[in-house]
């Protein structure tokens, strides 16, 4: 073989190797994070993750699957369509002081007007999340939305609880992270990609 042939031998395998390698699932605290995500027939990218860390605590881990990678919240939080925010535990905690932890995340970044508007929608939630019972240590749960649908809690593979209606409401459930007073700002910049 003459050198341009080697050459470009080697530049194909180099691009095979780097492309095989995206494809390949990510690893955070021991928590595989698969690079795609199926929600209905949507196929969304991973856009970022980071661990949840309560005083000292690594509390969980949670991914974020979009449409279209984005690195600023406020494109995240625009895009429309299927999206999953995806938390796998990595402690027990108690379904009241999840649903706590959502609904104080939820406050902190919506008006009380917003959030009477989604009050039915923030009752199914919690009632969702407390019909579980603990989340424990390994536990996988999916908050996804579901265009014609809505929000649904999936744990362990398992629809809990009722779907819930509106996209907004999908939206407003994604600032307790990406929002401007996220419930912990190192794993919004995780979930941006940063």
Same mark, same amino acid.
């Given at each position: =073989?003459?050198?341009?042939?080697?050459?470009?031998? !080697?530049?194909?395998?180099?691009?095979?190797?780097?492309?095989?390698?995206?494809?390949?699932?990510?690893?955070?605290?021991?928590?595989?994070?698969?690079?795609?995500?199926? @929600?209905?027939?949507?196929?969304?990218?991973? &856009?970022?993750?980071? @661990?949840?860390?309560?005083?000292?605590?690594?509390?969980?881990?949670?991914?974020?699957?979009?449409?279209? *990678?984005?690195?600023?919240?406020?494109?995240?939080?625009?895009?429309?369509?299927? %999206?999953?925010?995806?938390?796998? =535990?990595?402690?027990? @905690?108690?379904?009241?002081?999840?649903? /706590?932890?959502?609904?104080?995340?939820?406050? &902190? &970044?919506?008006?009380?007007?917003?959030?009477?508007?989604? *009050? +039915?929608?923030?009752?199914?939630?919690?009632?969702?999340? *407390?019909? !579980?019972?603990?989340?424990?240590?390994?536990? @996988?749960?999916?908050?996804?939305? $579901?265009?014609?649908?809505?929000?649904?809690? $999936?744990?362990?593979?398992?629809?809990?609880? +009722?779907?819930?209606?509106?996209?907004?409401?999908?939206?407003?459930?994604? %600032?307790?992270?990406?929002? /401007?007073?996220?419930?912990? +700002?190192?794993?919004?910049?995780?979930?941006?990609?940063?």
């Amino acid at each position: =073989m003459n050198r341009l042939t080697v050459r470009l031998l !080697a530049a194909v395998a180099v691009a095979f190797a780097a492309w095989g390698a995206g494809a390949q699932p990510a690893e955070l605290e021991g928590v595989k994070l698969e690079p795609t995500a199926q @929600v209905g027939p949507a196929t969304l990218q991973l &856009n970022g993750a980071g @661990v949840r860390t309560r005083v000292v605590f690594k509390v969980y881990v949670a991914a974020l699957y979009v449409p279209q *990678k984005a690195g600023d919240a406020a494109a995240l939080l625009a895009q429309k369509g299927a %999206r999953r925010i995806t938390i796998t =535990m990595l402690r027990t @905690v108690d379904a009241q002081t999840f649903a /706590d932890a959502l609904n104080d995340g939820l406050r &902190n &970044n919506h008006t009380e007007a917003q959030l009477a508007g989604w *009050k +039915s929608q923030i009752e199914t939630l919690n009632t969702s999340l *407390k019909a !579980a019972g603990e989340a424990k240590k390994g536990d @996988v749960i999916h908050l996804e939305f $579901v265009p014609d649908a809505g929000t649904r809690v $999936v744990i362990n593979g398992q629809p809990r609880g +009722s779907v819930i209606p509106g996209e907004d409401f999908f939206t407003a459930v994604l %600032r307790i992270w990406l929002g /401007d007073k996220p419930v912990d +700002s190192s794993l919004k910049k995780g979930l941006l990609g940063a």
